[in-house]
Structures are given as C-alpha cells and as structure tokens.
C-alpha cells in the first residue's frame, strides 16, 4: 500500500497516531509528497481547531472575539496563535498566596482535559501541585524557569511524552533512506545524562522517559551528573529574586517558609556537587568507556563536560555509534571556534546531531546532513513578520518569526509563536533527499539579536540559577 | 543610508572632519560623526586654570547670554534646530508634533526670571557670585563659595529640554562642560551649543562648552578621557546599564552625579468616587499622568493604586475608573500624546494574554495598538509592570495603602497623588520608602527645574564649595597654645 492510498482512508491515524502512519520510518515521515502532505494537514488542522474550540476556554474566548468560526487555509490560523506570554499569564502573587485552586483554575482555561475536580487542598507549593496534578489527571506539566519574577507553566501530558520518546527514538537512531531495522525501533543504551536527574523543567521531564524509554527498563543503565532534582519552587524564587534585583527590591523579598526549612538541604545538594561530578566522569571511563550511549545536552553543556574530559586525558569514550544530540541556543555563551572538536575529540563518536525545538511546542526537528532542521510532517511551520506577526508568503526565501501549528498537541492548543528568528526556503528540494520544509541553519532568539535581556533561562543555565538561589538563601538570615 | 551628521562641537568650532557611522536605535538608519578617538585628547581644557575668564564674568553677563540664546532657540527661524528636530524624527520613538513641541518650550527655559530663579533657588546667588561670609561660634571667619567644575554630561535623550537644562546648569555655575549626546536626541544640545556660538561668539561661555558623539563603551575614548585630571565631575542619566558602566570609572577625585532610571507611581484615594464630575476629573489627569510624550519618561504614570477596595463594588469602581481613564488617554491633544510609533511587542503580547485572562485582568483598549488600561481584579500589579510603556498602564484596586508603600522604593521617582489630603498624610511615610517626588495627580510630567531632581541637589553637586578661613590668634584659640591635658 502506498502512502497515498493510506492517506485517503487514514486522516485519522495521521492526526492522532503518525508514528505508525508513517509505520514508525523516519524515511517515511519525510518521503510524502508536499501536496499531499499539506492537504492532509489542512484537514487535521480544521478539525482540531473544532476539537479544541470545544475544550479550550482561553482558544474559544480569542476565537469568538475574532469572530472566527472555521479554518480552511494555513494562515487562517495566524490570528489564533498563542505567545509565550498565554502560559504564564495567571498572577504570580497566586503562587505566594499558596492559591493552587485558583491556579487549577487558570490552567483548566489552557488545556484541553478537564480539570475540575483536582484536589489541592493543603498543596505546599509549585512542586507538590504539579504531582498532584501527575496523579490526578492525564497532564504531566512542564515548566520553564524566566527571570521576571514568574515561571511558565505548560500543560503537557503523559500521551504527548510517550510519543515524543518514540519520536525520538526514530530520529535519533534510523537513517533517511534506510527502512528501521528491529534493533534501531528498539535499542538498548546507557543513558549519559549531563545533568539533574530529575525536575519539572522540560528538558528534565523527559529523563524519566528516556531512563525507560532508551535503556529496555533497566534504570542502572541512566547515568545523570547529578542525582536529585531540581526544585521547582527554588527555580521560581530565583526568579523573582532576579526580577526583585532588578527593581532594588530585593529587601522586599519573602521567602516561602516551606523552602526556608528545607536551606540545608539545598546547600548540601550543592556542597556534594564537586564529588557527583567526580564520580561522574569515575562512571564515563570505568563503567561506560567503549559502551554505545545516548547522551543529550545543550552546546555549552556539551563543551564543557568535554573540556572538563579532555582535561582529565579521557578522550574518545564511546562507541562509535553512540546517539549524540545537541542543541540550544549560543546566548550568553562564549565557546572557542573549535568547541566542535572538542567534543568530538572526547566523545570519540561518528556523528552528533543537532535539533530545533521551543518548548511551547512538543516537536524537535532533526537536522540533516545539510545542516537544515527538517520539519516533522505533523507540524506547519509560519515564517512572521516579527513586529505585526503577519503571515510572510509561503514561497520564495523567508526569514522572520518562527511559529508553528502542531497538530499532535492534544493537551493544548498547538498554535505557538516562538521567540526566534528563523529563514525558510520555501521552494527548496533539499539536496539531504527529504522532502519536507525545513528551517535553515543559524536560528537565532529575537532578544539575543537584539542584544536585550531574555525572559528565558535556557536549560543550559539551570545549574547556575539553582546555585544562585541557594547561595541567597545562605546569604540572608532565615 | 546615512540620515544625519553629528558634528563635534569643539569649544565653539564646529568639525565634520573623519566621520564613522554609527546605528541609530530605531530601524535601519545609520548616522555619522567625527570619529571622537582622533579628538579625544582635544575635548578636556588642557589646564584648570583655564577657567579663570568664567570668574570675570558677572552674573548680569551670564543672564545677557543666556536670554539671548533662548531668543534664538526659536523654532521657526532657527536652522540648527529644525536640522536637530528632522534628526529626531529618524532617531527618536516620539511622533513629529511632539517633537516640535519640545523644540518650543527652550525659548522659556532661558529667559532671565527663570535662570535667575533656578540660580538662587537651587545653589544662591551669592554663593556662586562671590565669597559668602559667616562668623563661627569659635570666632573664626568663614567665606564660601560655590565654583563651578569640569562636568562631563550623559544625558538621557528623551526629549531636547534635557539637553537645554544641562547646559544652563552647567553656565550658572561656571562649569566646564562636556556633553556627550545622546543617540536618540542626537542634536538638540549641538544645535544649542551652535546657537550659542552664532550670539555669543568668542564668549568664555561658548569656550568652555564641547559636544559630541561618542559610541557609549568606546573604551579608547572613555578610558582616555574619564580620569581625575581631565574631569571632576560626571553627571549620568539614563538606563541601569549605561549608569552602572560609568562607575567602573569612579575613582578618588572624580565623582558621578547619577540621575539613574526611576519608575512613578500614581496613588488615587477613595475620595475620586465621590461623585461623576470628581470621577472624570479624576481620569483626565490620570490619563495625563499615563500619556504624556507617551510614557517614554520616567515621571510617567504607569502602576496606579486605587484606594477603591476590592470587594465588588470596590472592582466595579475600579473597572469604570479604567474605563474613564481609557477614553481620557484616547483623546489627549497630539502634541501631548499619540499611539506610540513602536510599541513593545513583548509588552503587546502580554496584554492579550491577559485579556484572555479576566478572572484576574480586565483589559480595556489596546486592540489597535493605541494605548490601553488593564485592570487588576486582585490587589496585585500584572507581573509585567516593569514593561508598561507606549501607554499602557494598570490599575491595582488595593484595601489599603500598606499595599501601596510595599510597592515604593529607592527607584521610586514621582508619585502622583488624589486628593490633596491624602498626600499630605502619606508624605511622610512616602519619603522612608523612597519616593523622590509627591506632585498633584496630572502634574506628574510636568516638571519644575527650579526644584531638587531624584532627591538631590544636582546643581549644588556640580560646584565645588570653597571654604575661605580667616582665623585670628587672639580670637580663635590656637592648637600651639593648646595646654597639655
């Protein structure tokens, strides 16, 4: 049966299952005609918009008041898109006040599931609201930590995360061009993991599924650098205590009693991370020398776990067939030119991959041999103008906005516009052999452009800001 | 492209020579000026005695010249400013007619009632003519006076009349100045310091005046010039990023006067429900508060605190206020305010977020970028107020004032206040937390020289104050004579 057969019987299966619509192939899912493919996300994008018109409060409220009723082309969408701005929208003084049905509440508008009868009665902060809402329903929350005194909150959930980890699976492991063998939908690795181990931030949410998800279930085989997790409420009192600084306020600020009784053991966690590190890199070359690894990080990460190898004369670690992926944008990061073959030169592997994402979206986009970020089939991609947001035509060389609609987001809305500046060659065939749109290389945020603060701690910093908050809380009388 | 040139202004020589370009903050537009490493060993006086024929001018002179300059800086007649003002169009975010508008109001600014005024009110006159004598309680003579220094200025760029201010600060106290302009009013104090030059050529006043463009940073200017033994004094306005990098030059015998970013509060009590007429009075001078030069200033009305409470009727009286206040901003004369030119589109995106949002925010306005009210539904600013510009503001209703003065601090600058009465009991309050400035609500932006500026006496900084003893042996026990203990 040819794609196109499928296509005519199986919008349905695009929609809600495109993994084994394009029968689990990275070289499927980005083999389909353009055409084809366009007209079979037309379809899917009409009739989630009716879906989640239904479910949605914060949509149908934008909806209603544009007057919009029904999409048939692409940029009908435009209007409808969210900025980052809709996920964390809700009053951070609710957080302080502890008023976690309020913020149920404000959530319930932002996804798709219902949420009424979530109990957070005697919640004790972001942390024990986010488990609660893990036990309770089919969310698995991710937040993302900013510097302006409030932190976003998306609502993820566990069907998405599942996916995603196959998804990754595939692009990580198979070859454009080559039908997955068993060993390739199903590999067994260690999981190299230069990072927390656990936390609500998105790029640590998935290590709980990538301990399973990549290792065949034995969790002896996750390796993270540091074993505990990052704390979600000490992440948001980071936060406001840039955003305080930043307004003389620091005085001003009061720290949640729940947090205070827990400072020594904070400063303990960062007292032991000297020693997890050392015991790291003990694992890398005892445990793990020779042995095929996933591991994942962002560029500067990457770079200095490498430095920090090299320097200990560990070089070429890994199986040559490692999966490497890597990724994340260069802000405030000085690296050397030749930060590449530093990495290289430790991890001793045949090829890293690099991908594209933003986490109000669920998709990464693999880059090719091009150096190109190739668009996953069920996600459009919008070039806009970066000031008004409108839609910049479908043709020709584009460079502005990235936003995107992500059809396999189910839990909430999939209309996101990015904070990057991105070029699409629309009319491009791209000489890789794939056949989908695909980002240029050389993505860069607005605000890194322009030289502005960013309201983003990228997961590349997370270490640092965990360590500013403790050290505050060391530094001021409890 | 390049839009304009920003000639260096050299002690009354006017150079075009070894132009760079530079950006300008708004669009794509270039400008270009003397490349200042090639001059900057020429912008200090090479001697502080130099300054010697600003002590034979009389004030009289100085009032002469200052009166003549203000009669020249008329708009329609005067060919530096019209150049300074179609600069202004390129670099600066304010609409033409409000730019105009700040060209206008100079020729006031220098008239001799209101130089005199700032001169006696703000350091004395005698002080800065003469030796002001006064007998200690030991009985030695005491003889003060203000000299003026070697100030370099960083002024902020919002709007000519800081550039006008700075150089009648710097004439009434016999300094010698150096103005590096700012980007985004490239010209204004150039085409003061022209004018200048064409009344009062050859004068010590135009002598000892320099402006130019340097890129803020250029370590080969800065380090060069930014010493003890060229410059006494630097007088810095402006954004947290420009003030904090100037003190990385601060050092024993070179002090920094910082006229640093501030934010404004408006705090409106019970008293504006009182009845329609109260109410509507109550928002055309908020409106005014909000949408003067839109809210591009730091006096500007942004977070408003309503004293309405927030029970239901409380949020009702609220929400109408906002309402009021909505359609005030709207109809603000051009030349006060418009929609801005280049909203923020951060601050736009918030907006709609809360829109989205009205168990906590009603937003009224905002759709065609024209300025907008959004209205708290919870005793709490939005989490963006540090954003609010283009004239956007947020009204918090709160139960009682605790909550407003949990909100002011040492970056606190104007807060304008409803009634009357309610200003006069929070003035001392205020003042502990970090307010600068309490001013009648509508009055928030219109600002008065002849007054202290961020709670300091800029002008009194800017002079050295000269003490002159004469103590007498019979009069003033001498140390020599001291007996031991």
């Known amino acids: 049966m040819t794609v196109t057969q499928r296509t005519a019987q199986s919008l349905t299966e695009f929609m809600d299952d495109p993994i084994n619509f394009f029968g689990q192939s990275y070289t499927q899912m980005h083999s389909i005609d353009r055409d084809e493919l366009e007209s079979l996300q037309r379809q899917a994008m009409a009739i989630r918009f009716q879906q989640h018109y239904q479910s949605i409060e914060m949509l149908r409220k934008l909806t209603d008041r544009l007057g919009v009723t029904e999409l048939d082309e692409f940029n009908d969408v435009v209007p409808l898109f969210f900025s980052h701005t809709a996920f964390k929208s809700y009053p951070a003084a609710l957080v302080d006040k502890k008023r976690f049905d309020l ?33 309770q329903t089919p969310l698995e929350v991710i937040t993302s930590s900013g510097t302006t005194g409030t932190i976003s909150i998306l609502p993820k959930d566990k069907r998405g995360a599942r996916d995603g980890m196959t998804l990754w699976k595939i692009c990580l492991f198979q070859t454009f061009g080559k039908e997955p063998t068993e060993a390739e939908l199903n590999p067994v690795v260690d999981v190299v993991w230069p990072n927390f181990a656990n936390g609500k931030l998105g790029h640590l949410r998935i290590a709980n599924m990538i301990k399973r998800g990549f290792t065949g279930g034995d969790e002896s085989k996750f390796h993270p650098l540091y074993p505990g997790a990052v704390d979600t409420d000490l992440m948001f009192l980071a936060s406001k205590m840039r955003a305080a600084a930043s307004r003389g306020e620091l005085d001003r600020l009061e720290i949640d009693p729940v947090l205070t009784a827990r400072k020594d053991e904070f400063i303990a966690m960062q007292a032991r991370q000297a020693q997890d590190m050392e015991a790291f890199f003990t694992r890398l070359t005892d445990q793990l020398r020779g042995k095929r690894v996933f591991m994942t990080s962002a560029f500067h990460q990457m770079y200095d776990i490498a430095r920090a190898g090299l320097d200990r004369g560990v070089r070429n670690v890994f199986a040559p067939d490692s999966a490497i992926l890597t990724g994340g944008g260069m802000k405030g990061v000085v690296l050397p030119d030749d930060f590449m073959d530093v990495i290289t030169d430790f991890l001793g592997v045949d090829r890293i991959q690099v991908g594209y994402g933003f986490s109000e979206s669920s998709t990464f986009h693999w880059g090719c041999s091009e150096g190109r970020y190739h668009v996953a089939p069920w996600v459009i991609p919008f070039v806009l103008d970066p000031e008004t947001s409108e839609p910049l035509p479908r043709t020709g060389v584009q460079t502005g906005r990235a936003a995107v609609y992500d059809i396999l987001l189910r839990a909430h809305w999939g209309g996101v516009i990015s904070g990057d500046e991105v070029t699409i ?11 989908s749109v695909a980002f240029e290389p050389g993505i860069m945020r607005y605000s890194e452009k322009q030289g502005v603060e ?16 403790v050290n505050f809380m060391k530094g001021i009388e409890l | 492209m390049i839009a304009y040139t920003v000639p260096l202004f050299l002690r009354g020589r006017v150079i075009t020579d070894h132009l760079v370009p530079f950006d300008t903050r708004v669009g794509a537009a270039q400008f270009q000026a003397p490349d200042m490493s090639k001059y900057v060993e ?31 800086l008329d708009f329609d007649s005067n060919a530096h400013l019209q150049e300074a003002y179609e600069a202004s169009l390129v670099a600066n975010v304010l609409p033409p007619e409000m730019m105009q508008n700040s060209y206008r109001i100079l020729r006031p600014l220098f008239s001799r009632d209101n130089v005199t005024e700032i001169a006696d009110s703000q350091v004395g006159l005698n002080y800065l003519n003469g030796w002001v004598p006064r007998t200690l309680r030991d009985g030695r003579e005491l003889r003060v006076r203000a000299f003026g220094s070697r100030v370099l200025h960083i002024p902020a760029g919002n709007g000519g009349l800081v550039s006008a201010v700075t150089i009648l ?101 019970r008293e504006a429900f009182d009845d329609d007429d109260t109410m509507r009075e109550v928002a055309r001078r908020a409106a005014t508060d909000i949408g003067v030069a839109n809210q591009e200033g730091c006096a500007n009305a942004r977070v408003i605190y309503v004293l309405s409470g927030t029970d239901a009727e409380g949020l009702a009286n609220a929400n109408r206020l906002g309402e009021l206040i909505y359609r005030e901003l709207t109809s603000l004369p051009a030349v006060v305010s418009t929609p801005p030119r280049y909203p923020n589109r951060e601050l736009l995106d918030h907006l709609e977020s809360s829109r989205m949002n009205d168990d906590f925010y009603r937003v009224i306005g905002g759709e065609q970028r024209e300025g907008a009210i959004v209205v708290s539904q919870l005793d709490e600013p939005v989490d963006y107020s540090p954003m609010l510009s283009g004239r956007v503001a947020n009204i918090v209703p709160v139960d009682s004032i605790d909550k407003v003065t949990a909100a002011v601090n040492a970056y606190t600058q104007t807060i304008g206040i409803y009634p009357e009465s309610l200003k006069r009991r929070l003035r001392d309050t205020l003042a502990l937390f970090g307010a600068q400035r309490l001013t009648s609500l509508g009055y928030a932006c219109n600002v008065a020289i002849a007054a202290p500026q961020d709670a300091i006496e800029p002008i009194r900084r800017m002079c050295k104050w000269v003490v002159d003893e004469e103590c007498e042996a019979s009069v003033v026990i001498p140390l020599w004579k001291l007996a031991p203990a």
């Open chain 1, 103 to 135: 913020m149920t509440k404000w959530l319930d508008k932002l996804t798709s599931y219902d949420l009424s009868d979530v109990d957070t009665a005697g919640c004790t902060g972001i942390d024990d609201w986010i488990d609660r809402l893990d036990e």
């Open chain 1, 425 to 435: 060659d629309w009319d491009l065939q791209c000489p890789c052999g794939q056949s």
């Open chain 1, 454 to 469: 960013d309201d983003r701690i990228t997961c590349a910093a997370t270490h640092e800001v965990h360590n500013e908050a």
């Open chain 2, 42 to 72: 020429q912008l200090p006086l090479k001697s502080p005695a130099e300054m010697s024929d600003l002590y034979e001018l009389s004030f009289d002179e100085i009032l002469d010249v200052l009166e003549a300059l203000g009669n020249a």
């Open chain 2, 169 to 269: 600060r710097s004439v009434i106290t016999r300094s010698d100045v150096i103005i590096k302009a700012p980007s985004n009013d490239p010209l204004t104090a150039i085409a003061i310091a022209r004018t200048l030059a064409d009344v009062a050529p050859n004068h010590p006043i135009t002598k000892h005046l320099a402006v130019g463009y340097w890129k803020g940073g250029d370590l080969a200017v800065e380090e060069n010039l930014y010493q003890p033994h060229h410059i006494e004094k630097i007088v810095a306005w402006g954004g947290l990023a420009s003030v904090k990098h100037v003190t990385r030059y601060i050092q024993p015998g070179l002090e920094l006067i910082a006229l640093d970013p501030k934010r404004s509060a408006t705090i409106i009590g």
